[in-house]
T-cell receptor, first 115, second 111 residues
Framework: GAVVSQHPSRVICKSGTSVKIECRSL??????MFWYRQFPKQSLMLMAT?????????EQGVEKDKFLINHASLTLSTLTVTSAHPEDSSFYIC???????????FGPGTRLTVL | GENVEQHPSTLSVQEGDSAVIKCTYS??????FPWYKQELGKRPQLIID?????GEKKDQRIAVTLNKTAKHFSLHITETQPEDSAVYFC??????????FGTGTSLTVIP
């Protein structure tokens, strides 16, 4: 149990376009999902906390108008990188909160490359 | 917000030796401290965790210690094996479940 998927696993896009990444909890319902960004050889940095049916809470320094997060159901959260630029190229990982305290299950990540 | 520091950034040990990675955190309200192992291009895998009401926890070759007063916690791997080579991240969390990760330690176990 507690499987989280992400789609796509890899995406290459042109500068200026928008890219949507999906995060799904496959066998459980997740009221809360988290989005992280990881640059090469760096740590996972929390971007935002997404709660089903409400607006996401963004970490300081993360542009909410550039990284649009939608959590429309208990099994799906999406991250849209709008007007992507090469500096947005990164590994984006989502996680879904479980029922236990502090429980999180990570997705496999999405490698975004912006040309 | 929470600030988690991790040392060392790289660590090389001979197979069979022990490896120790240390983390400090800033938010005294943090109450959960997981450790993750991440291989290149893959998702982090939880290897052990500890809560603030416990000082030490062990699982076979892996142990974690927590000093709440000093706000630091450590990962200990004994009898290291080549397959332990990976990047290890500590994290701190409080109510609300947001994880704040350390900067990572690249561990290399030399056969």
């Amino acid at each position: 149990g507690a499987v989280v998927s992400q789609h796509p696993s890899r995406v290459i896009c042109k500068s200026g376009t928008s890219v949507k990444i999906e995060c799904r909890s496959l066998d459980f319902q997740a009221t809360t999902m988290f989005w992280y960004r990881q640059f090469p050889k760096q740590s996972l940095m929390l971007m935002a906390t997404s709660n089903e049916g409400s607006k996401a809470t963004y970490e300081q320094g993360v542009e909410k108008d550039k990284f649009l997060i939608n959590h429309a159901s208990l099994t799906l959260s999406t991250l849209t990188v709008t007007s992507a630029h090469p500096e947005d190229s990164s590994f984006y990982i989502c996680s879904a909160g479980g029922t236990g305290p502090n429980e999180q299950f990570f997705g496999p990540g999405t490698r975004l490359t912006v040309l | 917000g929470e600030n988690v520091e991790q040392h060392p950034s790289t660590l090389s040990v001979q197979e069979g030796d022990s490896a120790v990675i240390k983390c400090t955190y800033s938010d005294s309200a943090s109450n959960y401290f997981p450790w993750y192992k991440q291989e290149l291009g893959k998702r982090p895998q939880l290897i052990i965790d500890i809560r603030s009401n416990v000082g030490e926890k062990k699982d076979q070759r892996i142990a974690v210690t927590l000093n709440k007063t000093a706000k630091h916690f450590s990962l200990h791997i004994t009898e290291t094996q080549p397959e332990d080579s990976a990047v290890y991240f500590c994290a701190a969390s409080r109510a609300g479940n947001q994880f704040y990760f350390g900067t990572g330690t690249s561990l290399t176990v030399i056969p």
